[in-house]
């Protein structure tokens, strides 16, 4: 396939808009995956494998924002983090072995059931009650070793996924798992793109143009929600949007409208 000059103009508007998106709230992924697939005509592996330099990109501005503005507290959340990255290990060397068609149908349905944990009793996400009693930690370990083996496998939804877990168990405010979700994201992305391309799933070209805008959307939305008072209000009015236009997406319901 020849790509012509719009498709790269396509890619950089849509690459920022999903790094926004991934930052306050999860799931951009399906716009960048499906950029990457359907407009550039990628593999579906190659997708996976170059989408992950944007991913890296905009979550280690977005962290760094965050962090400098106070937001990412990195002794209470060191636990999740490297049970998260454990877990992405895992599942980034199941991807570069499987097709992730099959994930991508219980993606779906993961989707649906996440709608309605977000729409019911909001106030949950919005001003989450302070956690009293101690974790137990073995539900979380498995917990957040299986986010990061989703995280490593696929990507796509993870930030939605992760921020559940975060807000509705750990009882984090949505702003500060954002932060935690952010920089836990950074790193084991940096992992899974070496060993992506050690097995020769990127193309840098396209992964680095997009990581452009993804950097810039990432960077942009975590100043703004960093200084916002209303930010875990709009975090999960987002959060709302994005599950459902994923679900829209993911069930082929917007060809009703065309």
Sequence with gaps: MELEWYHFAIAILGSTFAGGINTLAGNGSIITLSILTELLGLPGNMANGTNRIGVFT????????????????F?????????????????????????????????????IV????????????????????????????????ALGFY???????????????????SKYKLLEANAVKAFVIAIYTFIVILIFHWQGLID??????????QTAGGYLMARIASISEKANIWAHRLLVVTVLLAIFKLFNLHTLFL
């Excluded at 877990?87 to 149908?105: D, L, M, P, W, Y």
């Excluded at 070209?205 to 990581?211: D, S, T």
């Design 204 to 213: 840098w070209k396209i992964g680095l143009l997009m990581a452009v805008g």
């Design 58 to 73: 905009q979550s280690t501005a977005g962290a760094w924002v965050f962090y400098r503005n106070g937001r990412l507290d």
């Design 75 to 111: 002794s209470k959340s060191r636990y999740y983090i490297l049970l998260t990255i454990l877990g992405s290990i895992a599942g980034v060397i199941v991807a570069t072995q499987i097709s992730n068609e099959a994930f991508r149908n219980v993606f779906r349905f993961l989707m």
């Design 114 to 145: 996440m709608l309605v944990v977000i729409l019911v009793n909001p106030k949950r996400w919005i001003k989450p009650t302070e956690n009293t009693t101690p974790q137990n930690w073995w539900i979380l370990t498995p917990v957040y070793l």
């Design 151 to 169: 995280g490593g496998f696929i990507q796509m939804g993870m930030g939605v996924v992760f921020l559940a877990v975060m807000v509705l168990y």
